[in-house]
Each structure stands twice: as C-alpha cells, then as structure tokens.
C-alpha cells in the first residue's frame, strides 16, 4: 500500500483583500453571511462545489480568480463594508455585559458541552442540545459575555443519514477533513501542538488540542487521535454518542476533567464552570481534587468551593435521559482516584445517587451535578416543574415545588436562523441596531410596518427555495435506490409553492410523535388531496443509530410518502442537518410539534420556524407552553393528563385534524385578489412579534447572567476566596446536620384556628422555636400556606417570613410571630416551619432541612 505525506499549498491572496482568511476562520460568518457573498462573488460554481464552506474555497480557488476579485471594484466595496463591520464588532467595549456589569469584566465563565452545531461544515453536533449550544456561544458574543467553551472533536463527527429504497435509515460515517475547516491546532509557548494528558486505568491518555473562533469567543475541543496513544485510546473521541458505555465513560471523563485541566494549561481561571447536560459532571471531581491537593483542605471544604462556581443545566424530562454507569465500571476508572479526595468507596459512588441505604446499582450523571452544582435549572417553565418533580428524591424532606431547580427557557440564536431576505425587511422597518437588542419587545413592535405584500414575497421566495431543495434531496436519494425517472417526476412535479406546507423537523424519538398525523389514514388522506385547498407535509430528522424504533418511525412515513394517495403529497428528506433546517424552518407555512406532553424539555425548532413568520402548530409543551397566546399560532390538545398512552394519541391526532380542517386551512386560503390572506398574515406577525425577542439565546444569556452566573461570580468573590470562611463554613453545615434532629417548633394558640374570617381580614400566627444547639441566626422560620385539599395537603403555596417578638435564651426558646392577610374565598391551610440560613448558602433548599410543626 501507497504511503502520502500531506502538502497543503493555500493560493496567496492579494494583500488588498488579504483579510477574508482571517474572517473565513471566525464562525462569526455563519450569522453575519454577508460574508460569504464574497465568495459567490469569485467564483459561484466552485462554492457550490466546496458545499459553502468558506477555508475549503480558498484552498481551492484559482490564483488568478482572486487577482481579478482584487482589481473588481464592486468586489472590493463589498470586502472593504464587511471587514470594518467585523472590527468594530470584534473590537466593540460597549457590550451589553460590559453595561449591565462593569465590576464583572474580569470573571470568565466556562461553557461545557458534549457537542456543538455551529455550522453544517462542522459535524460535531446530533440534534437539539448541539445547536443550542453553539447558538448559546454566538450570543454570548454579541452580548460580549466573557466565556471560553469546551468540548470534543469527533472526527467522525456525527453519522450522515441514508435513506434506502426501504426506507430504512443506515449511518454513514465519514472523517471530518480539519484543514479545511475553520478549527486550528493549539500551541504551546514553544510553537509546538499543545498536548495534555489525563490518567486512564494503566496509562495516560494523551489529547491534543484545537481552536474555533466564533466571533469574541474560543471554543477549545480536545482530541485523542494522536500517535502516541494506543488503537483503542485514538478512537475515544472518534464519534459522538458513539460506542457502548465505557467509550461513553471515558468521554465524559475526558471533557469534565480533561477540560479544566486544559483550561489551567491555557493559563485561564474561569470564576463560573456552566456544565450543559450531565455530560461534563466530573469536571467537579477535577476541581475538588486541585482545592484539596493545592489548599490542604478536607473533601467537603473542597466540595463547598466548587459549588459556589458551578451551574448546571438538564434538558432531559425522563429519567432514562441521564447516564447512569454501571458501578463496576466507575469503579475501574476511578478506584485509584477516591483515595486522593479522602472518600471510601461507598462516599465516592453515593456522589451519583440519591439519598439511599446502601448503594442504587448505577451512578447517576445528572444526580452527581445536582448534588454539586450550586445552581441549576431546567430549560422551561414546564420543564422546570418536570425536574422538580423527577429529582424530588435527591431532596427528600422539602417539597418538589420549592427544590433548588430553576428554570431559564431555551431559545435560538436569531441572526443564523433568520432567513437573508427576512433580516433585509427587519433591517429596513425595524428600529436601527435591532440586532443589538435582540432580547428587548419593544424592538419587534414595529413588525406591524411591514406591509404584508412584501413580508409574504420574502416568504414565497423561500418557499420556492425550499421546494426547490426537497426536490434535489428527494430526486438524488431516489435516483440512487434505483427508483425510475417516471416515479421520481410523479412525486416531485406535485410540490406546489401554493399549497399550504406543513413542516416537521427534529430527531426521529418515539416520545416526538412523528407519525401521529398519520393516526387516522383515511382522514388525512381527505385533507391532503383537497384539489381546492392542497396540503404538503415534509419531514426531516436523523434517529439515534441505536434506536431501532426512532428508525421505524423514517420507515413508515417513507412508506406512507409511495402510496398512491400520499405521493407528491408528502416528502422525507434526508440527511438533516443545519443548511436544510434553515431551508425548512424559512420555507414552511406551519410548523408541526407534536411530543407527548411533558416529555419535550423546551424543543427550540419552533422558534426557528416563528423568527422567520413560519407559524407554529403545536402541544402546549416547552417552549410553547409559554409562548402560545391564541393569536400567535395553534394548540394540539390541551394541559389535560392522560391514564393512556393510546388515549392520549386520539385525543391529539383529532385536535390536528379538527384544528387544520377549521382553522389553520380555511385560514390560509382566505385570500384577497393579490393571493394575501390578511388573516393568515396577523397570525404571521404576532407570531414574529411575540416569540422573537423572548424566546431568542440573547434573553437567554441575559436570564443566565442575571439569574445563574453573576450571583455565583459576585458570592464566589465575597466569600469562597476566604479558606478560613470557607472553613468556618464547612463546620456550621456539619453542625446544622448534626443538631437538626433536636430542633422543635410548635404552634402557639392564636386566633387563627378553625375560625371563619371575611376576606381581607388580617390573621396574626404565632410559634414557638426550640433550638438547644443552635443559634438562632442560623435559622428562618415561614409560615407555608396555602389552599386547602380534601386530602390534607395545599395548592398555590405561598410563604411568608416570620419576625422573632421575644427570646428565653435560658430555655433556648424563640418566638415568631407573622401576618396572613387572604384575600380571595375559599378553605385555607397553613403550617409553621424552620430552615437554615447562612450568608453563603447558595440555596437553603440544598441542604434539604426543613422542620415541620408535630400535632
């Protein structure tokens, strides 16, 4: 076998456009795609050709192309116009985080993430986390947030999809090419590859490391394909979600410890460490081990500093969406690594259960980051209360309701999900910097001076631009099963820029409900061959490689998309990734979701889809649980909870077929003589108005910074620097639990028991507090109440601090006294209860104390 060295020869640029290599090597590209206009400008047939990707063009390009596009002064002002657009962007001072915090300018909070979907260029992403994650570090950088990210470089990167004549889907792996991506190999102060290593069982594991730039922030992603480590080793970063689970282990033990360690190399001491899913949860063991090795302190001292520095996110509302690692094999990976924080065995595996006798067989990743995180959140509203609920049992004596998980809702990074011809009309009619207020409502008031005419030209020409790409996918992975010219023509011929085009893009998961509107055949058959009032449905989406029944659900809507009736009607493209969810999320009319409720976290494609005017058609889950108005788009069902399964789904398949046949169909071929359905337009504009501001990655950061990173950065400086208060700390919580048990807190009488009161009516509550061990500053006592329930419990909570009237420190008695003031008719119950309090707890909940009165 042949044996080539590599040569790379790049075409020199002309020194008077010699700066576009170094914007193709910043991602700020992917959302500023002026940019790449540039390269249509040199040569159209050869960026086609290089798939729109920026460092591949000019590797490729002609010499004497990029001569001509040097002399062409039409080249020439386009160049000049993005270049000084791209230094006062990367050079701006007046960023909103350098407004809103000026005395935080010096923090730096560090992104973890198993993937990340910042370009189609660069496969290291599989779905909905991956994308939120690159859109999270895009508006980080327009928002001027100082975060350095980290991850893996797979350089298989993610499967690409066949479709074949079967429908079955088969994955496809191919390497991802670096050099011709816009990732660059870190080095040392010697110009030499930065190399690290992090100990396996036996041996160490030795990673190289690169960088992407997009736009203010640096993305390091660490790779162990490199000679020195063995077969087994290189292939540890090969794939995402690849291999069984020990592959699976010694990934996240590479990102979570392997990336602090990286950042140290780096010279970089992130105040804030923000783990994005369980993925990277043993960075904390990583920061534990340096506290104890570095400040000689014990293991909970060392575990109490690094809460105060860490976030973490779940995304998952069940709980088989966590990794859980069988014991054996933490044990193999970690069994010499324990020793080294003061653990036992049993100290070390209880980190990842919860609160237990004995040991749970598996170790729970999200579990393990809940139980060090300092904050943590869910990524809506209703996923929030679905956190409470699923984690309850890692605080088992506080309610769900008040567990230490908050909530930030996801949302997109508006600038790469916008369609080009969508932000010319935003440019033109919007106030002037839009884009630097993104998150603010009052921006997307004036959506309204749009007129429809040219808000629904815009939107035709990308529905044309989309049916033109199902017709090129569709046709290329036909033709290629051996499907003849005559089938392939019949299907296509029918897509029709005039028909009303039902979109469904996301991973194929049985949860997500992919074929429900397929539930009654015959009914949707009705609907969709309406000679007057035609339907499309196009469908995307990848299934995990292992799941064999995501992969069914492809099989069957292919098989459906043959039959007679269904053919040119609906339409399964293949191989879905960022280009084509800019073409669907821009080309569609209506935008489908259907999950099985609460099971959709927060599913951020809908926002895509209503950026863009697509109105959205969905379950009141995630996002759109928030989001949905009645004016803005349509619900699939209701808040209802259902004993079945099956019950459920003909609940929701009749509400999509009620709801298109009534509303949604009749709405959109309500049209005037300009082909403009004024109703359908307000739906188009409010649901712009609406979603685009809130539901935007630019709210988002702002939610974290505000809600999560600022209050860790400012209580880390004020209190987790000093080690002696970190320590004095350490032994007030050991003392709390030590003492809790004998703490006691009864009612005293008062006038409020069992009486009838008018509504208004003022209600003075006393107790009494019992504290022989503890002081009395280090506790709060509440009256909880709230409406009454025939089981004995309360609704709509509510929680009001007691004031201390009067001490008998002799007898270590306190009492409190509050004031109910209920406003509203109805059966009332209340209750008396006491929890810590100390200035440098993050969250009081954390510590899962909580004494009740006893009757």
Same mark, same amino acid.
Request: aromatic share 12%; glycine share 6%; proline share 4%.
């Given at each position: 076998?042949?044996?080539?060295?590599?040569?790379?020869?790049?075409?020199?640029?002309?020194?008077?456009?010699?700066?576009?290599t170094?914007?193709?090597?910043?991602?700020?590209?992917?959302?500023?795609?002026?940019?790449?206009?540039?390269f249509k400008?040199?040569?159209i047939d050869?960026?086609e050709?290089?798939?729109?990707?920026?460092?591949?063009?000019?590797?490729?390009v002609?010499?004497?192309?990029?001569?001509?596009?040097?002399?062409?002064?039409?080249?020439i002002?386009?160049?000049?116009?993005?270049?000084?657009?791209?230094?006062?962007?990367?050079?701006?001072?007046?960023?909103?985080?350098?407004?809103?915090?000026?005395?935080?300018?010096?923090d730096?909070?560090?992104?973890f993430?198993?993937?990340?979907?910042?370009?189609?260029?660069?496969?290291?992403?599989?779905?909905?986390?991956?994308?939120?994650s690159?859109?999270h570090?895009?508006?980080?950088?327009?928002?001027?947030i100082?975060?350095?990210?980290?991850?893996?470089?797979?350089?298989?990167?993610?499967?690409?999809?066949i479709?074949?004549?079967?429908?079955?889907?088969?994955?496809e792996?191919?390497?991802?090419?670096?050099y011709?991506?816009?990732?660059?190999p870190?080095?040392?102060?010697d110009?030499?590859?930065?190399?690290l290593?992090i100990?396996f069982?036996?041996?160490?594991?030795?990673l190289?490391?690169?960088?992407?730039?997009?736009g203010?922030?640096?993305?390091?992603l660490?790779?162990?394909?490199?000679?020195?480590?063995n077969v087994?080793?290189?292939?540890?970063?090969?794939?995402?979600?690849?291999?069984?689970?020990?592959?699976?282990?010694?990934?996240?033990?590479?990102?979570?410890m392997?990336?602090?360690?990286?950042?140290?190399?780096?010279?970089?001491?992130?105040t804030?460490?923000?783990?994005n899913?369980?993925?990277?949860?043993f960075l904390?063991?990583?920061?534990?081990?340096n506290?104890?090795?570095?400040?000689?302190?014990?293991f909970?001292v060392?575990?109490d500093i690094?809460?105060?520095?860490?976030?973490?996110?779940?995304?998952t509302?069940?709980?088989?969406?966590?990794?859980i690692?069988?014991l054996d094999?933490?044990?193999?990976?970690?069994?010499?690594?324990?020793?080294?924080l003061?653990?036992?065995?049993?100290?070390f595996?209880?980190?990842?259960?919860?609160p &237990?006798?004995?040991?749970e067989?598996?170790?729970?990743?999200?579990?393990?980051?809940l139980?060090?995180?300092?904050?943590?959140?869910?990524?809506?509203?209703?996923h929030?209360?679905?956190?409470?609920e699923?984690?309850?049992?890692v605080?088992?004596?506080?309610a769900?309701?008040?567990?230490?998980?908050?909530?930030?809702?996801n949302?997109?990074?508006? &600038?790469?999900?916008?369609?080009p011809?969508?932000?010319?009309?935003?440019?033109?009619?919007? @106030?002037?910097?839009?884009? /630097?207020?993104i998150?603010?409502?009052?921006?997307?008031?004036k959506?309204?001076?749009?007129?429809?005419?040219k808000?629904w030209?815009?939107?035709?020409?990308?529905?044309?631009?989309?049916?033109?790409?199902?017709?090129?996918?569709?046709?290329?992975r036909?033709?290629?099963?051996?499907?003849?010219?005559?089938?392939?023509?019949?299907?296509?011929?029918?897509l029709?820029?005039?028909?009303?085009?039902i979109g469904?893009g996301?991973?194929f998961?049985?949860?997500?409900?992919?074929?429900?509107?397929?539930?009654?055949?015959?009914?949707?058959?009705q609907?969709l061959n309406?000679?007057?009032?035609?339907?499309?449905?196009i469908?995307?989406?990848?299934?995990?490689?292992?799941?064999?029944?995501?992969?069914?659900?492809?099989?069957y809507?292919?098989?459906i998309?043959?039959?007679p009736?269904?053919k040119?009607k609906?339409?399964?493209?293949e191989?879905?990734?960022?280009?084509i969810?800019?073409?669907m999320?821009?080309?569609v009319?209506?935008?489908?979701?259907?999950?099985?409720?609460?099971?959709?976290?927060s599913?951020?494609?809908?926002?895509?889809a209503?950026?863009?005017?697509?109105?959205?058609?969905?379950?009141?889950?995630?996002?759109?649980?928030?989001?949905?108005?009645?004016?803005n788009?349509?619900?699939i069902?209701?808040?209802?909870?259902?004993?079945?399964?099956?019950?459920?789904?003909?609940?929701?398949?009749?509400s999509i077929?009620?709801?298109?046949?009534?509303?949604?169909?009749?709405t959109?071929?309500?049209?005037?003589?300009?082909?403009?359905s004024?109703?359908?337009?307000?739906?188009?504009?409010?649901?712009i108005?609406?979603?685009?501001?809130k539901?935007?990655?630019?709210?988002?950061?702002?939610d974290?910074?505000?809600k999560?990173?600022?209050?860790?950065?400012?209580?880390?400086?004020?209190?987790?620097?000093?080690?002696?208060r970190?320590?004095?700390?350490?032994?007030?919580?050991?003392?709390?639990?030590?003492?809790?048990?004998?703490?006691?807190?009864?009612?005293?009488?008062?006038?409020?028991?069992?009486?009838?009161?008018d509504?208004?009516?003022?209600?003075?509550?006393? &107790?009494?507090?019992?504290?022989?061990?503890?002081d009395?500053?280090s506790i709060r006592?509440?009256v909880y109440?709230?409406?009454?329930?025939?089981?004995?419990?309360?609704q709509?909570?509510?929680?009001?601090?007691?004031?201390m009237e009067?001490? /008998?420190?002799?007898?270590?008695?306190?009492?409190?006294?509050?004031?109910?003031?209920?406003?509203?008719?109805?059966?009332?119950?209340?209750?008396?209860r006491?929890?810590?309090?100390?200035? @440098?707890?993050?969250?009081?909940?954390? @510590?899962?104390?909580?004494?009740?009165?006893?009757?």
């Open positions: 076998m042949y044996v080539f060295n590599r040569i790379t020869v790049n075409p020199q640029l002309p020194k008077r456009i010699g700066r576009i170094e914007i193709a090597n910043n991602l700020w590209w992917s959302w500023n795609t002026e940019f790449l206009r540039l400008m040199i040569d050869l960026w050709r290089c798939n729109k990707n920026p460092v591949k063009f000019l590797k490729s002609e010499q004497e192309k990029l001569e001509n596009a040097a002399r062409d002064i039409a080249f002002k386009e160049y000049d116009k993005i270049v000084s657009n791209f230094d006062s962007y990367m050079n701006s001072k007046s960023t909103w985080f350098n407004s809103k915090y000026p005395d935080n300018r010096n730096l909070i560090a992104y993430s198993a993937e990340y979907g910042l370009d189609q260029t660069i496969a290291i992403y599989s779905g909905g986390l991956g994308i939120l690159g859109d570090l895009k508006s980080a950088s327009d928002l001027g100082p975060l350095v990210a980290v991850g893996l470089l797979y350089k298989n990167g993610y499967f690409n999809q479709i074949d004549r079967y429908g079955m889907q088969r994955p792996y191919r390497d991802l090419d670096i011709d991506l816009p990732i660059t870190v080095k040392d102060l110009g030499n590859d930065l190399i290593f100990k069982p036996k041996r160490r594991i030795y190289k490391v690169w960088e992407i730039n997009v203010r922030i640096k993305l390091y660490m790779d162990s394909d490199i000679d020195i480590n087994e080793d290189r292939d540890t970063t090969a794939r995402l979600y690849g291999g069984d689970q020990e592959m699976r282990i010694r990934q996240e033990i590479i990102l979570g392997g990336g602090v360690s990286l950042l140290r190399r780096l010279g970089l001491t992130p804030v460490y923000h783990m899913e369980g993925h990277s949860a904390n063991l990583e920061l534990i081990k506290t104890i090795k570095e400040k000689q302190v014990s909970d060392a575990r690094a809460s105060s520095k860490t976030v973490f996110t779940t995304h509302p069940v709980p088989a969406g966590n990794d690692f069988p094999l933490v044990e193999k990976y970690f069994k010499d690594f324990w020793p080294r003061g653990l036992t065995r049993e100290e595996l209880k980190l990842g259960m919860k &237990c006798e004995g040991l067989p598996g170790f729970n990743m999200g579990i393990f980051a139980k060090i995180a300092g904050k943590k959140n869910g990524v809506s509203k209703l929030g209360e679905v956190s409470r699923l984690f309850a049992d605080w088992p004596h506080i769900p309701s008040e567990s230490p998980i908050t909530y930030v809702t949302g997109i990074h508006t &600038c790469t999900w916008l369609a011809k969508m932000k010319e009309l935003y440019n033109k009619y919007l @106030m002037p910097y839009w884009q /630097d207020n998150h603010e409502d009052y921006v997307w008031e959506i309204r001076t749009i007129p429809d005419e808000m030209k815009v939107h035709m020409e990308r529905k044309e631009k989309l049916i033109a790409l199902v017709k090129e996918n569709v046709t290329r036909l033709r290629r099963e051996g499907v003849s010219y005559e089938e392939i023509t019949e299907a296509t011929s029918k029709n820029p005039e028909a009303l085009t469904f996301r991973r998961a049985t949860y997500k409900r992919a074929t429900l509107i397929f539930k009654d055949l015959e009914r949707i058959t609907i309406d000679e007057n009032r035609p339907v499309q449905l469908f995307a989406g990848k299934a995990h490689p292992a799941d064999r029944e995501g992969a069914d659900l492809i099989k809507i292919h098989e998309s043959m039959k009736q269904f040119g609906i339409f399964i493209l191989n879905y990734n960022i280009e969810s800019r073409y999320v821009s080309g009319d209506v935008w489908l979701n259907n999950p099985r409720r609460p099971m959709e976290a599913g951020t494609s809908g926002q895509k209503s950026v863009n005017g697509v109105v959205n058609f969905s379950v009141l889950d995630g996002w759109w649980a928030e989001g949905y108005n009645q004016k788009g349509w619900a069902g209701t808040n209802k909870e259902y004993s079945s399964y099956e019950e459920q789904d003909i609940a929701d398949s009749n077929y009620y709801t298109l046949e009534n509303k949604i169909i009749p959109y071929y309500d049209k005037d003589r300009n082909g403009i004024k109703s359908w337009m307000e739906y188009m504009k409010n649901s108005m609406t979603t685009a501001g539901y935007s990655t630019a709210r988002m950061l702002v974290y910074t505000r999560l990173y600022i209050p860790l950065c400012n209580l880390t400086k004020k209190y987790y620097t000093d080690l002696n970190v320590t004095e700390y350490d032994a007030w919580k050991a003392s709390m639990y030590s003492n809790w048990k004998d703490v006691k807190i009864e009612q005293i009488e008062s006038n409020a028991d069992n009486i009838t009161v509504a208004g009516e003022e209600i003075e509550v006393r &107790c009494e507090v019992t504290l022989p061990n503890i009395s500053n006592a509440e109440y709230g409406k009454f329930l025939e089981n004995g419990t309360v709509d909570i509510k929680i009001i601090p007691m004031k009067k001490r /008998d420190e002799e007898n270590r008695k306190y009492y409190y006294v509050a004031k109910i003031n209920l406003t509203t008719g109805g059966n009332y119950g209340y209750s008396f006491v929890m810590p309090q100390n200035e @440098m707890l993050l969250d009081s909940e954390n @510590m899962d104390l909580v004494k009740w009165i006893e009757k």
